[in-house]
T-cell receptor, first 112, second 114 residues
Framework: GNSVTQMEGPVTLSEEAFLTINCTYT??????LFWYVQYPGEGLQLLLK?????DKGSNKGFEATYRKETTSFHLEKGSVQVSDSAVYFC???????????FGSGTKLNVKP | DTEVTQTPKHLVMGMTNKKSLKCEQH?????MYWYKQKAKKPPELMFV???????INESVPSRFSPECPNSSLLNLHLHALQPEDSALYLC?????????????FGPGTRLTVL
């Protein structure tokens, strides 16, 4: 079936530290992969996406590479800011289906 | 316009009330979604409308009744809810049709059932 596994949180970092949030998936068909971010009291915002193997999605200093051989889509940022504190969700959808599969979410706390 | 709007932002209702949540998008998207999100959990899919037809119902209790009056609007009618239905209700839209399309989310309606 289709599923997403994310690393457990919360993740607590100091400002300017390097961030990695692990995400692995299982999928039937050809998945597209996404990272969404949710700030407190808000809906989900698309952070980045990758639609085929070896694609790298990037936005606002965040990056993730679609690795088919390891079925992974890890989120990275070189230098986090306090404003990056939020919950991050990894998600996948399979070609031609409208259903998204979300990971459990990882809460990131960045301290000044 | 890349926005999905939802009203109301907050809703408090009793178990015998009838209320409705509203969602609107003007991106020309043909797929629209309702999700329920409990605290510290990912969104749970409730319903999907594709080209204004209900295409997915994730075994949601009948006290939740979706409606898609046109391609821009999505409603969720609520009746005889239970306190455990208290949650953030998110609406989303995507292009729909062929391909894999990212979903755009609204800010949600925070529902409290007393």
């Amino acid at each position: 079936g289709n599923s997403v596994t994310q690393m457990e949180g919360p993740v607590t970092l100091s400002e300017e530290a390097f961030l990695t949030i692990n995400c692995t998936y299982t999928a039937t068909g050809y998945p597209s992969l996404f990272w969404y971010v949710q700030y407190p009291g808000e809906g989900l915002q698309l952070l980045l996406k990758a639609t085929k193997a070896d694609d790298k999605g990037s936005n606002k200093g965040f990056e993730a590479t679609y690795r088919k051989e390891t079925t992974s889509f890890h989120l990275e940022k070189g230098s986090v800011q306090v404003s990056d504190s939020a919950v991050y969700f990894c998600a996948l959808t399979v070609y031609n289906f409208n259903k998204f599969y979300f990971g459990s979410g990882t809460k990131l706390n960045v301290k000044p | 316009d890349t926005e999905v709007t939802q009203t109301p932002k907050h809703l408090v209702m009793g178990m015998t009330n009838k209320k409705s949540l509203k969602c609107e998008q003007h991106m020309g998207h043909r797929a629209m979604y309702w999700y329920k999100q409990k605290a510290k959990k990912p969104p749970e899919l409730m319903f999907v409308y594709s080209y204004e037809k209900l295409s997915i119902n994730e075994s949601v209790p009948s006290r939740f009744s979706p409606e898609c009056p046109n391609s821009s609007l999505l409603n969720l009618h609520l009746h005889a809810l239970q306190p455990e239905d208290s949650a953030l209700y998110l609406c989303a839209s995507s292009q729909g049709g062929q391909g894999t399309n990212e979903q755009f989310f609204g800010p949600g309606t925070r529902l409290t059932v007393l």
